[in-house]
Each structure stands twice: as structure tokens, then as C-alpha cells.
């Protein structure tokens, strides 16, 4: 009955902004580390961001300085703010997340369903 709901994209203008949000619905124990994805048509799937359950980072290097992950324990969410975005960022993104369902029990991965980001030049 856990997932994650993704939100957040659509259309923008080369040098412009998105903020994509993934949000846990439903109960669990612990939030771990959180991810965003994402796929262009005929590439296959890349890491673009990561966050730790401690707030560490990381990007790969076509997004540092223009792309920031975050996450709010407290709400059990993360987003991904994109600023100065480019063509090339058109893709579909896909957060995932590390959930612990309750104490003492296995981590699984969750997948958002993924958000379509469409910059124009």
C-alpha cells in the first residue's frame, strides 16, 4: 500500500526552471536513501542525483550547479529543484527511494511512476 507519488513536471523554456516532488504515501518505518532517475528516448536510464538518509549528495556531472536534491524527513518527501535547464535535460524522471515498512524488517526499493520534463529550446 506504500508509494511514491511523483510531481512536478511538464513544460519549460531553455534557462528555465522545474521542481519535481516524490512524496511516500501510505505508512513505514524508516525513509533511506533517496534517488532521482532519468530516461531520454533510445538512452538508457541515468542517475542524475542522490541523497543520503544524512543529507550527503550527489550528481552526475551534466547537472552540478544547475540541479539541487533535497529531502524532508519530516514529511517524508524529497524534490529535485532544476534551474538553467536545457534541451538536453528532456527526459522522463523517475525518483526511488529506500523504505523500511517496520522494525527490523528488510529495505526495498520504490519507484515513482515517473514525470515527463520537456524543455524547449
Known amino acids: 500500500q506504500v508509494q511514491l507519488v511523483e510531481s512536478g513536471g511538464g513544460l519549460a523554456q531553455a534557462g528555465g526552471s522545474l521542481t519535481l516532488s516524490c512524496s511516500v504515501s501510505?505508512?513505514?518505518?524508516?525513509?533511506?536513501?533517496m534517488e532521482w532517475h532519468r530516461q531520454a528516448p533510445g538512452k538508457p536510464r541515468e542517475l542524475v542525483a542522490s541523497?543520503?538518509?544524512?543529507?550527503?549528495?550527489d550528481y552526475v556531472d551534466s547537472v552540478k550547479g544547475r540541479f539541487t536534491i533535497s529531502r524532508d524527513n519530516a514529511k517524508n518527501s524529497g524534490s529535485l529543484q532544476m534551474n538553467s535547464l536545457e534541451p538536453e535535460d528532456t527526459a522522463v524522471y523517475y525518483c526511488?527511494?529506500?523504505?523500511?515498512?517496520?522494525?527490523?524488517?528488510?529495505?526495498?526499493?520504490?519507484w515513482g511512476q515517473g514525470t515527463q520534463v520537456t524543455v524547449s529550446s
Open positions: 501510505g505508512r513505514i518505518f524508516s525513509l533511506g536513501a
Open positions: 526511488n527511494a529506500g523504505i523500511r515498512l517496520q522494525a527490523n524488517r528488510i529495505w526495498n526499493i520504490y
Open positions: 541523497i543520503t538518509s544524512d543529507g550527503k549528495t
